[in-house]
């Protein structure tokens, strides 16, 4: 199984400010890499994937980049909605994995 | 658009099955895979299984091979996800989610199914 592993756990950024979420693979995934976000009570959200393709409608703060091992998130300038738990899922390999998530606060 | 809608929660006791459905809309059913993903409280997402709601096939997740079951009618556009020999550690939110048509991501998610295992 590919475990896969984001860091950090916790990201405090301000909003206007630039998030990097980062998340790593245990074995090559090549480009199958997915993104998803997560609010309090709500399912996941597809934000990103094929590792950079953004979803439909998504915003072009949010990018995507990696592939292989390492990824990251970027999300270039935060805004209020976009604070939420981030998670990568690989689906390269079966079973499909996820990481643990990043929590995205605001500073 | 595509819409994802999941039968209400559910309590049971250890040891019990319990059947969640996912029934779809917006969407050719049978053109699409639905995977079933769960996530106990606190915890990373776990994915369990996947059917192709065209041919029928399936496949799980280890951890829980012999232990569930993934089933569809196409009739009723609906998937289900059937978990049996519960117990307390099986207390969590379980969610359908179709394969998107591009790749193997997740692109639409149910609204989530909590169930509760509790003596």
């Known amino acids: 199984e590919i475990v896969m592993t984001q860091s950090p756990a916790t990201l405090s950024v301000s909003p206007g400010e630039r998030a990097t979420l980062s998340c790593r693979a245990s074995?090559?995934?090549?480009?199958?890499l997915a993104w998803y976000q997560q609010k309090p009570g709500q399912a996941p959200r597809l934000l990103i994937y094929?590792?950079?393709t953004r979803a439909t409608g998504l915003p072009a703060r949010f990018s995507g980049s990696g592939s292989g091992t390492e990824f990251t998130l970027t999300i270039s300038s935060l805004q209020s909605e976009d604070f939420a738990v981030y998670y990568c899922q690989q689906y390269n390999n079966w079973p499909y994995t996820f990481g643990q998530g990043t929590k995205l606060e605001i500073k | 658009q595509v819409q994802l809608v999941q039968s209400g929660a559910e309590v049971k006791k250890p040891g019990a099955s319990v059947k969640v459905s996912c029934t779809a809309s917006g969407y050719t059913f049978t053109n699409s895979a639905m995977h079933w993903v769960r996530q106990a409280p606190g915890q990373r997402l776990e994915w369990m299984g996947w059917?192709?709601?065209?041919?029928?096939?399936?496949r799980y997740s280890q951890k829980f091979q012999g232990r569930v079951t993934i089933t569809r009618d196409t009739s009723a556009s609906t998937a289900y996800m059937e978990l049996s020999s519960l117990r307390s550690e099986d207390t969590a939110m379980y969610y359908c989610?179709?394969?998107?048509?591009?790749?193997?991501?997740?692109?639409?998610w149910g609204q989530g199914t909590l169930v509760t295992v509790s003596s």
């Open positions: 989610a179709r394969e998107s048509p591009a790749g193997a991501d997740f692109d639409s």
């Open positions: 074995q090559s995934v090549s480009s199958n």
């Open positions: 059917i192709n709601a065209g041919i029928g096939n399936t």
């Open positions: 094929g590792a950079s």
